[in-house]
Nanobody, 122 residues
Framework: VQLVESGGGLVQAGGSLRLSCVASGFTFDDYNYGWFRQAPGKGREGVSCFSPSDGRTYYSSSVKTRFTVSSDNAKNTVYLQMILLKPEDTAVYYC????????????????WGQGTQVTVSS
């Protein structure tokens, strides 16, 4: 069972990145997924939720209108498209899976990826 994120990097403010989270070792659309981030010195923050089975989405107020979550179920992959990036988006981004309620509390996620660093310069 594994979740592997990729796609992070260094980008200037106003730029874009697309993060990927590839799932393996389990049935992809049996689970819901969340994207979280953790900035230096801060707690982990929920950014977005996604259900591959019915396409439900959720975004935190800080990223709504700038981030889009989607999936390619054939590739067992969840994406987070990020545009108009701001320096305050700088963080390690994680994806995680849950079989519990859609967009439930962080404690309901039972597998996490290793994270991918996103750095936005001003």
């Amino acid at each position: 069972v594994q979740l592997v994120e990729s796609g992070g990097g260094l980008v200037q403010a106003g730029g874009s990145l697309r993060l990927s989270c590839v799932a393996s070792g389990f049935t992809f659309d049996d689970y819901n997924y969340g994207w979280f981030r953790q900035a230096p010195g801060k707690g982990r923050e929920g950014v977005s939720c996604f259900s591959p089975s019915d396409g439900r989405t959720y975004y935190s107020s800080s990223v709504k209108t700038r981030f889009t979550v989607s999936s390619d179920n054939a590739k067992n992959t969840v994406y987070l498209q990020m545009i108009l990036l701001k320096p305050e988006d700088t963080a390690v981004y994680y994806c995680a899976r849950t079989r519990e309620a859609f967009c439930g509390s962080e404690q309901l996620y039972d597998r996490w990826g290793q994270g991918t660093q996103v750095t936005v310069s001003s």
